[in-house]
């Protein structure tokens, strides 16, 4: 039976993106994403609840997130998750889950507001349509 592994995420951007280049010279850029939820505690008071998660984008997807994602843009990421572990200095093995990036999608300037001089909302699909194709807002796959 065939698995699903997909993650679907909207938020800011939490910090400027960082890119570089493999020894192999593909592009690899990543950054972190801030993701609210608000919620009702046990007690009746409004809460607001922050997850982060960090993103890795690979190939022209790397450049363009990385020419066109600042600190605190909003944007759409979908991909997969990923778990990779390494051997620390200390010899103690370490873990790190990442959504590996295949489509983001940038949505505003920062704060999640208007574009800022930018295109506003473009989609930049590492394998769909080409860069900058436009996107109807309807198309997207959340409310």
């Known amino acids: 039976m065939a698995g699903l592994n997909k993650a679907m995420v909207i938020g800011n951007v939490g910090k400027d993106p960082e890119m570089r280049y493999t020894a192999n010279g593909k592009a690899v850029t990543t950054f972190s994403i801030a993701v609210n939820r608000n919620f009702q505690g046990n007690d009746g008071e409004r809460r607001e609840e922050t997850d982060w998660f ?30 990779r572990s390494w051997e620390g200095q200390d010899g103690v093995k370490r873990y790190k889950t990442e959504i590996v990036a295949q489509t983001v999608l940038f949505l505003g300037g920062p704060g999640g507001s208007g574009g800022g001089g930018q295109r506003p909302m473009e989609q930049y699909d590492d394998a769909a349509a080409p860069a900058g194709a436009p996107v109807d807002p309807d198309d997207l796959p959340f409310e």
């Open 54 to 83: 960090d993103v890795v984008t690979w190939d022209k997807l790397a450049e363009l997130c990385s020419q066109f994602l600042q600190k605190g843009r909003q944007a759409y990421v979908e991909g997969r998750l990923h778990t």
